[in-house]
């Protein structure tokens, strides 16, 4: 059974930074890509930011790049995104999801530059509160 667990989440000032986490289990997480997603309230999900199994190539939705960085510890199975410089737009519940699968790399959707939805094991989701 897959088990995902975010944290470190919280409620910060525009212009703050937070780190989260997510740990993962039940799978072989050094061989899935994984992404984060977010949601906010009567928003779509979007896809933020996702990390090939190795952590060689990375994808970030245009909204974020520059600010955000992703990262693995495949030794730890445990993904980080580093949140640098946030928004009040930032401010959703932050999901991160392994590649279903078996899925190694992460898929942009042409013409669009979305990231394809090819991930599941959805976990409870962190809260990211931003404050002008």
């Known amino acids: 059974q897959v088990q995902v667990a975010e944290s470190g989440g919280g409620s910060v000032q525009a212009g703050g930074s937070l780190r989260l986490s997510c740990t993962v289990s039940g799978l072989t997480f050094s061989s899935h890509a994984v992404a984060w997603y977010r949601q906010a309230p009567g928003n779509e999900r979007e896809g933020v930011s996702c990390i090939s199994y190795s952590g060689a190539s990375t994808y970030y939705a245009d909204s974020v790049k520059g600010r955000f960085t992703i990262s693995r510890d495949n030794a730890k199975n445990t993904l980080y995104l580093q949140m640098n410089s946030l928004k009040p737009e930032d401010t959703a519940i932050y999901y991160c999801?392994?590649?279903?699968?078996?899925?190694?790399?992460?898929?942009?959707?042409?013409?669009?530059?979305?990231?394809?939805?090819?991930?599941?094991?959805w976990g409870q989701g962190t809260q990211v509160t931003v404050s002008a």
């Open positions: 999801a392994p590649a279903t699968r078996g899925r190694r790399y992460c898929t942009v959707v042409a013409g669009t530059g979305e990231l394809k939805d090819e991930f599941g094991y």
